[in-house]
């Protein structure tokens, strides 16, 4: 029995620690955010966040997580209401046939909660773990770059608002 939280909800669980957490939040959670692509570490597709940090749970033991903060796609935003980083990836139309696109959007949103301006060169090295079959890099990286933006000006607004607010 292991107790995972993920996406801010706790789950107790009738499985073996052992098993890739991949395996966990699809087969026993429901999540099928994070994808199953080679299984080896390789390709990223199955990127979730621990405690903010990029992972690849194709390759994390769920025992790893447990005690700590999971998040995957689903806990950035919903159909109705996407994430800055999940916004930025559809008005970009950053995607061809989006099978990596869960990993990529997971840790491009890691990289902006740690670095709200990152260079071109910074989000090529941020994303290099994750590959895309489909050749879609550069809407992606456009994607990264809109979504930075938009949330560096949401900050602004909210600061300057906040500003507002105070001095009434
Ligand atoms: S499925 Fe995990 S790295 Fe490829
Ligand atoms: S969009 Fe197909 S693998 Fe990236």
New binding site residues.
């Given amino acids: 029995m292991i107790t995972l939280t993920v996406n801010g909800q706790r789950h107790d669980l009738d499985v073996e620690g052992v098993e890739p957490l991949l395996y966990i939040l699809r087969d026993d959670i429901g999540l099928n955010g994070a994808k199953f692509?080679c299984g080896l570490g390789q390709c990223g597709?199955c990127t979730v966040l621990i405690d903010g940090k990029p992972v690849l749970s194709c390759i994390t033991p769920a025992i790893v997580a447990q005690g700590r903060s999971i998040t995957t796609l689903e806990g950035l935003g919903t159909l109705r209401e996407p994430g800055p980083v999940q916004r930025a990836f559809i008005e970009e139309q950053?995607?061809?046939?989006?099978?990596?696109?869960p990993g990529?959007i997971m840790r491009a949103h890691a990289l902006l909660k740690r670095n709200a301006s990152p260079s071109e060169q910074e989000i090529r090295t941020a994303l290099q773990p994750n590959?895309?079959?489909?050749?879609?890099h550069m809407r992606?990286l456009a994607a990264v770059r809109r979504a930075a933006s938009e949330m560096r000006q949401a900050q602004a607004g909210g600061a300057s608002s906040g500003h507002q607010e105070a001095s009434r």
Avoid: D
């Fill in positions: 692509g597709s950053a995607a061809q046939c989006g099978y990596c696109i990529m590959l895309c079959r489909c050749g879609t992606i």
